[in-house]
Nanobody, 115 residues
């Protein structure tokens, strides 16, 4: 059974930086797009960034210029470098991986940005 495990979430001050990591195991062959999503309290889960196996990336408008997604196919890992963090970035961040017709999700990592 496939598994995604996120790490790197923390409490930081406004303007700070964090790097999230997500490692896939158990189903690493045929993973296509990987991504990061986030869900703040009382809000729907939203896409933050996605990246294809060929490293074509897309970022939400709210994070463009501040966040960068990257992946290491050899290590089946996806990263999210987050700079210039704002209080509105506070959320649980989830990693996703698409394989065939299914999307797998990690358990999430909490990012809290204090003002």
């Amino acid at each position: 059974q496939g598994q995604l495990v996120e790490s790197g979430g923390a409490l930081v001050h406004t303007g700070g930086s964090l790097r999230l990591s997500c490692a896939a195991s158990g189903f690493t062959n045929s993973i296509t797009t990987m991504g990061w999503y986030r869900q703040a309290p009382g809000k729907q889960r939203e896409m933050v960034a996605t990246i294809t196996r060929g490293n074509s990336a897309a970022h939400a408008d709210s994070v463009k210029g501040r966040f960068t997604i990257a992946r290491d196919n050899a290590k089946n890992t996806v990263f999210l470098q987050m700079n210039s963090l704002k209080p509105e970035d506070t959320a649980v961040y989830y990693c996703s991986a698409d394989r065939f017709s299914r999307t797998y999700w990690g358990g999430g990592t909490q990012v809290t940005v204090s003002s």
